[in-house]
Structure formats: structure tokens, C-alpha cells
């Protein structure tokens, strides 16, 4: 089997009925996705395959034989994050962080689709995820931020609306 991880191609010795996560996680040593309820039924394992959001636990390497992968790790690095995982960082979206890969890619996937959702359409992308620390209110601001263009400095905990830059905890 063969796949692209985050830009980097894979001829993979996992046999072809191991999980694309159970792949990703212990031949790649690509840690991000999460184990959780490998059911189908949290979505903290979720990836992009081929741009579109699916649970790596569910998926079989021989269903993804020659799938673009991309990961929370390809997303952004913690000095350079995508505006997503800046986001989610400075809404406060993320607390223990483990639904947070799962979150993030599945959010990016949404806004990939339709730039505008409303916050019910969010809601209803990541209605599927569970986040043990329920932190939702915070998920969906951090979304919602990003859609409406906020950009955001992770480095220097800021964001920027309309030309105006707002230190991390400051309010809206
Ligand atoms: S671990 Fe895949 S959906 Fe829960
Ligand atoms: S931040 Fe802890 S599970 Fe969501």
C-alpha cells in the first residue's frame, strides 16, 4: 500500500487491513490523530483523505491505497499555524486538546466547502465529534472567527479584525 502523508509519500508494510489510523499512528509515528471509541462514533481520529474529512479508525489501508493524507500535523507547526489552529488557540478552543485534531481538520474541510457557514451548519459539521471537556462554545467561536477572516498572530497571542489587533483574553 501507498500513501501520502502530509506531502510525504509512503510505501507502507501494515497489511491492508489495518486502520488507516492504526497506520498513521504506529508504522509513521504520526501521533496526532487520536485513538478514542475506534467505532466510528467520536471522530477525535479524523483526517483528510483526498481534502475530505474521514475517521481514520474506520478506514482500511486498502480502501486509501494512493490517498492524499493530511494530518494535524500538516496542517500548520506551532510557529507557523494554520489560521485554524491559530484560532482555535486564541478562543480557547482547545483544553486537554484531544478532540482538537479531529476538530481542526474537520472545521478546515467545512470552511473548504462553504467559506460562510452559518453557526447551526457548524454545528452541524462537527455535531459527529465529541469533546471530553465540552468545550463546544468555545470550538464553534473559534470557527466562526475564521470564517469571518479574522487572522491571528499565534506567536503573539493577537488577532486581527479589520485592522484593529486584540491581545488573547481581551474581549470581543
Ligand atoms: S477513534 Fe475514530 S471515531 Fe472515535
Ligand atoms: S479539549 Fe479535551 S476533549 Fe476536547
Known amino acids: 500500500m501507498k500513501i ?18 492504526n497506520a498513521l499512528r504506529d508504522e509513521l509515528n504520526v501521533t496526532g490523530p ?7 462514533n467520536c471522530g477525535t481520529c479524523t483526517v483528510l483523505v483526498d481534502g475530505e474529512p474521514r475517521r481514520s479508525c474506520l478506514l482500511p489501508l486498502a480502501m486509501v491505497d494512493g490517498a492524499e493524507v ?19 488557540h486564541f478562543y480557547y478552543g482547545s483544553q486537554c486538546g484531544f478532540c482538537a485534531p479531529g476538530m481542526i481538520t474537520a472545521s478546515v474541510a467545512l470552511l473548504e466547502r462553504n467559506p460562510n ?9 462537527l455535531g459527529g465529534h465529541i469533546c471530553r471537556c465540552t468545550g463546544y462554545v468555545k470550538i464553534i467561536d473559534a470557527v466562526e472567527a ?5 487572522s491571528f498572530d499565534g506567536a503573539e497571542l493577537t488577532r486581527s479584525r479589520g485592522g484593529e489587533a486584540t491581545p488573547k483574553g481581551a474581549s470581543a
Not at 502523508?5 to 510505501?11: F, I, K, L, Q, S
Not at 487520536?34 to 466510528?40: A, F, I, L, P, T
Open 117 to 125: 457557514p452559518t453557526r447551526k451548519q457548524i454545528q452541524n459539521a
Open 34 to 40: 487520536k485513538v478514542g471509541c475506534q467505532g466510528g
Open 70 to 88: 493530511t494530518t494535524i500535523e500538516g496542517l500548520g507547526t506551532p510557529k507557523r499555524m494554520h489560521p485554524m489552529q491559530a484560532a482555535f
Open 146 to 150: 475564521v470564517a469571518r477572516g479574522e
Open 4 to 21: 501520502t502523508v502530509n506531502g510525504a509519500e509512503h510505501e507502507l508494510a501494515s497489511p491492508p487491513l489495518t486502520s488507516l489510523l
